[in-house]
């Protein structure tokens, strides 16, 4: 069994990537550590553990930070919906976390075991970032980090410089880009390329009929409007799950070593993900970045999945 950590920031396409892992047969998910993002904290553990309850997993999830490291939260509640899943009346409250804060468990869980532990993380990466400060170690002990975040091709989701989770906590993700840790960085333009789930699609999808084909497509409801509404696109993306299904299966993607930097800081180029294409600052590269993921083996994935 491979052993995932994954980190989160709990709403409608996360809660698809965890889905996936926690039903992937060679798959044990460790820990889930939840981080402020997509929607506060609280909600974004209750959307966690509503995901692992509905998947009969007694997988661990650990409250982590509640706003970025140097600055206060600018969530996602206009794209998710303001329970960051789609407002389609799911039971979202009452549930608890085990104990401990994330920060440890990251460390804990990763040092205790070098070279074995892929964490993936699908929010903002200020968890990460603090466990690094707190144990430089855990760069050379995680197996590798999968980070869905940033945009490598323009333009971005929340500017025309960048993607959400780097936005959010740009100093974490600057951190965590200069750690040393072994990263794969799937952007979110990869969501729109190979990760757009067309309204046809979602009905393929839907018409599985099994409890998780009918969640996955259920919470996407206030994505598909906000993506209309905003973009004109018909449907929606899923930045998370494709994430998610490079770190099960990384033969659906091509990987391009590259230097990759994050720009902290406030102004126009805040959370920017800076990539030297063609090498030309003499930096060593730093990151795997995936292109060209498969559209087509990303959905046949999430589709076996889905099934019972």
């Known amino acids: 069994m491979r052993r995932f950590l994954i980190d989160t920031d709990t709403a409608s396409d996360d809660a698809v990537a965890l889905l996936m892992a926690l039903r992937s047969p060679d798959v044990h998910v460790e820990a889930i550590t939840v981080v402020a993002g997509n929607v506060p904290l609280e909600p974004a553990v209750q959307n966690a553990l509503y995901t692992v309850e509905l998947c009969g997993k007694q997988t661990p999830v650990h409250a982590g930070l509640a706003k970025p490291i140097l600055r206060d939260l600018e969530d996602g509640r206009h794209v998710h ?19 401990g804060h994330a920060v440890d468990v990251i460390i804990d869980t ?8 892929t964490l993936v993380t699908l929010g903002p990466l200020s968890n990460v970032a603090v466990a690094l400060l707190k ?6 002990c995680v197996k590798e980090c999968v980070v869905m975040g940033g945009c490598c091709v323009l333009p971005g989701n929340i500017t025309p410089l960048a993607e959400f989770n780097i936005y959010v906590d740009p ?10 840790m072994p990263l794969v960085l799937v952007g979110w333009e990869e969501s729109i390329t190979s990760g757009f789930i067309t309204m046809e699609e979602s009905a393929k999808l839907e018409a599985i009929g099994t409890k998780y084909s ?3 497509v259920g919470i996407q409801r206030t994505l598909i409007d906000y993506l209309e509404k905003s973009t004109g696109m018909i449907g929606y993306d899923l930045p998370d ?8 299966d990384a033969s659906i ?5 590259k230097r990759v930097d994050v720009i902290a800081g406030d102004g126009p180029a805040r959370g920017q993900t ?6 030309v600052e003499g930096q060593p590269p730093n990151v795997d970045v995936a292109v060209k993921v498969s559209a087509e083996k990303f959905q046949t994935m999430l589709a076996e999945l889905l099934k019972e």
């Open 241 to 248: 799950p494709l994430a998610m299904a490079v770190a099960l």
């Open 110 to 117: 990763i040092c205790s075991s070098p070279g074995e532990i």
């Open 81 to 99: 919906g303001y329970d960051g899943m789609g407002d389609i009346g799911l039971d979202l409250t009452g549930r608890t976390p085990a104990e």
């Open 274 to 279: 800076v990539v030297d294409v063609w090498g």
């Open 253 to 257: 993607t091509t990987l391009e070593r």
């Open 135 to 140: 144990e430089p170690r855990l760069a050379e």
């Open 171 to 180: 100093e974490a993700a600057k951190i965590v880009f200069e750690s040393g």
């Open 214 to 216: 009918e969640f996955a």
